[in-house]
């Protein structure tokens, strides 16, 4: 038997839990299909913490999405009573005149202080000096500056995924997890999703398969995005490593002259380690082919390279690892668009790395786009047609 929805969503991570709890809870017949179990370790979207911020060097085009996804989760900690925006601050340190070409970061603090000025996010500039006496875990070079942005900080993902999971199924929505899809057709009457379980038929579909969305839809999204392995990495932090590691803001540190000198990090969680990360935007992976294996030799590199000499106590010890998955534009800017050749397939969430503090609005907008016809805030500069 076919079994029939209003919308049906594909992928139920970061965006897919999104758009699916807010199109229950506008009462639709929903239907949310995923291969693994959300919250899980297979894609983007785990790892314990992810930044976000509001002032996005990576384009003004987010600041809206990431004003509003913090209003969001606001609104579902108060619904569930459970803790997962942190506003611990965030801070960029970087050349003031650093121009270097880096995948969507290119002069990323004069992006991130021109957004802030324009939105009026309340932000600070300081120099290399006022962030040694401030941070002391954190040393930059005399000529770094740093951008300061008190409302930002890091969310927990899986907790976000979770919830808007439960709150989807509370109002209504069925899920359908550790299921296969198969395909996806526009048909004359919706869009037939046949899974290794079911077949589906629904009004609209949102894909927000992430890594798999490529070969789940094929031209020409098969050709425009590409799955990238990430590790990340938790050091042990020194005996003697300051104390202002409890109370650190996350940082983003762009740095020398390669495309991939930035790395990331986080305030330690557990009073031992901090979790950093790289960015590679090396060869491409095959999503059901990860390597999860992290040689010891790769952790050691990224010590070598990035935090030595910038991260005061922390050692070249790491604590544990874990890969995830970016899915990767030719821009490194988001893809969300219809189908170019199906009005009823809504394609969304291969983010490049930087989606996750979007991704409460990003669902909501969907919603909005699937319902009512349009989103409320201006996507356009996520459209297919630029990257074709």
């Known amino acids: 038997m076919t079994e029939s929805f209003d919308v049906a969503v594909i992928g139920l991570g970061a965006m897919g839990s999104a758009a699916l709890y807010q199109l229950a809870k506008r ?23 992810r930044i976000t911020r509001r002032g996005i060097g990576e384009g003004e085009a987010y600041v809206p999405l990431a004003m509003r996804s913090h209003e969001i989760w606001r609104e579902l900690e108060a619904e569930t009573g459970q803790k997962m925006l942190f506003e611990v601050g965030s801070l960029i340190i970087s050349e003031q005149d650093d121009n270097v070409a880096r995948p969507g970061r290119t002069g990323f603090i004069r992006r991130s202080i021109g957004a802030a000025e324009r939105y009026g996010i309340t932000h600070e500039i300081l120099s290399a000096d006022d962030i040694r006496c401030r941070f002391p875990n954190l040393t930059p070079q005399d000529s770094e500056i740093g951008y300061f942005e008190p409302g930002g900080g890091y969310l927990w993902p899986e907790r976000c995924v ?27 009457d919706g869009v037939r999703i046949v899974t290794d ?75 031992v380690s901090v979790k950093t990360a790289g960015e590679f935007y090396g060869a491409s992976s095959d999503p059901d082919a990860i390597d999860r294996v992290v ?62 503090k979007h991704s409460a609005a990003i669902g909501e ?24």
Not at 223 to 235: C, E, G, Y
């Open 197 to 271: 379980q079911r077949t589906i038929l629904a009004g609209q579909a949102i894909v927000s398969a992430g890594a798999w969305a490529g070969q789940l839809l094929g031209a020409p999204f098969d050709r425009v995005l590409r799955a990238t392995r990430q590790v990340m990495h938790w050091f042990a932090l020194a005996p003697d490593a300051p104390k202002e590691w409890a109370q650190s803001p996350v940082y983003m540190w762009p740095h020398g002259d390669e495309q991939d000198g930035f790395f990331y990090g986080f305030p330690s969680t557990d009073g």
């Open 295 to 356: 040689p010891e030799t790769e952790s050691t590199l990224m010590h070598a390279t990035h935090l030595a000499g910038r991260l005061a106590g922390v050692t070249a010890k790491p604590v544990k690892t874990a890969t995830c998955i970016y899915t990767q534009t030719a821009d490194s800017a988001f893809l969300i668009d219809r189908h170019p050749e199906y009005a009823n397939i809504l394609v969304a969430s291969p983010c490049s790395g930087h989606g996750f």
């Open 27 to 49: 009462n639709v017949r929903v239907v949310g299909i995923d291969r693994f179990a959300p919250p899980h370790a297979h894609g983007s979207t785990h790892g314990e913490t």
């Open 162 to 188: 979770s919830a808007q999971l439960d709150l989807a199924a509370k109002h209504g929505a069925t899920t359908y997890l550790g299921e296969r899809v198969l395909s996806v057709t526009a048909e004359s």
């Open 365 to 388: 907008n969907l919603a909005h786009w699937t319902l009512d016809g349009a989103p409320v805030v201006d996507l356009s500069a996520f459209a297919l047609g630029r990257l074709l």
